[in-house]
């Protein structure tokens, strides 16, 4: 059973954490650290992934600019995406030596981790075949592109908890064109209690990759993690 070390990072500017991903995954390289698994919520933000295409932005920079909403492009697979407050994006930074040396395996066990948790709730969450992340009742609830280097993993999955899903219509989420994104919260008809779903999501990451957990909860610093062994 390998140990994990989960850190909550609260809202957490997109640049800041991307740093920080990378930071963590060289040194796990180097060092014989456990598995870690970032939480994190993201001020506005709008990525294009290896795959993107950027007509599927609906906006132009100076109307991203208005909207305080940031873009970046990154090393992920996958093409546009929107990360904001109210929703919880997870990055796990874990050494697939330990596991099988199968990315789409990961996927594939990425996406069970969600339904696992958004089943928690009494709503049915599948997968599309085809595609990556998962749905309810047709609508995407979570969204997962990652990358690895040297078969450590980063990047992650990003599931809709609270989000404002307005955001969502100045893209085409993913490239798709005829696919709605949905949360839970809209699937509820309520607000969902954030600290619970991130209990959960750690419960099913424990369960589906045999993993020891070890909390640090409010560390704010790159200083402060990358100071983990």
């Known amino acids: 059973m390998q140990e994990c070390r989960v850190i909550d990072l609260g809202l957490k500017d997109y640049r800041e954490t991307l740093e920080l991903q990378h930071q963590l995954v060289e040194k796990k390289h180097k060092e014989n650290l456990p598995e870690i698994l970032l939480l994190v919520e993201h001020n506005p933000v709008i990525t294009l992934g290896r795959s993107s295409h ?7 920079r100076e109307q991203l600019e208005q909207l305080k909403i940031q873009l970046h492009y990154i090393e992920r697979g996958g093409d ?5 407050p109210g ?21 594939r066990q990425l996406e069970e981790v969600i339904i696992k948790t958004v089943g928690s709730y009494d709503l049915k969450a599948e997968r599309i075949k085809g595609l990556t992340g998962v749905w309810v009742d047709g609508k995407k609830v979570a969204s997962i592109g990652v990358a690895a280097k040297k078969w450590i993993t980063f990047h992650g999955l990003a599931l809709n908890v609270n989000t404002d899903l307005k955001y969502f219509g100045y893209i ?11 949360s839970i919260a809209e699937l509820l ?11 959960k999501l750690v419960e099913k990451f ?21 100071s983990l062994t």
């Not at 546009?80 to 904001?84: C, E, F, K, P, R």
């Not at 330990?98 to 789409?104: A, E, F, G, I, S």
């Not at 085409?172 to 949905?182: F, I, S």
């Not at 424990?206 to 990358?226: D, G, H, P, R």
């Open 189 to 199: 008809k309520r607000k969902v209690d954030f600290q619970e779903v991130k209990d």
């Open 87 to 107: 929703q919880l994006v997870a990055y796990p930074i874990f050494d697939l030596n330990n596991y099988k040396q199968d990315t789409h395996l990961f996927l």
């Open 172 to 182: 085409h989420p993913c490239g798709m064109l005829d696919k709605e994104v949905t």
């Open 80 to 84: 546009v995406t929107y990360h904001g």
């Open 206 to 226: 424990a369960e589906i990759f045999e993993l020891k957990i070890i909390k640090n909860k409010n560390i704010t610093s790159k200083a402060e993690v990358t």
């Open 54 to 60: 950027p007509e599927n932005i609906l906006l132009d």
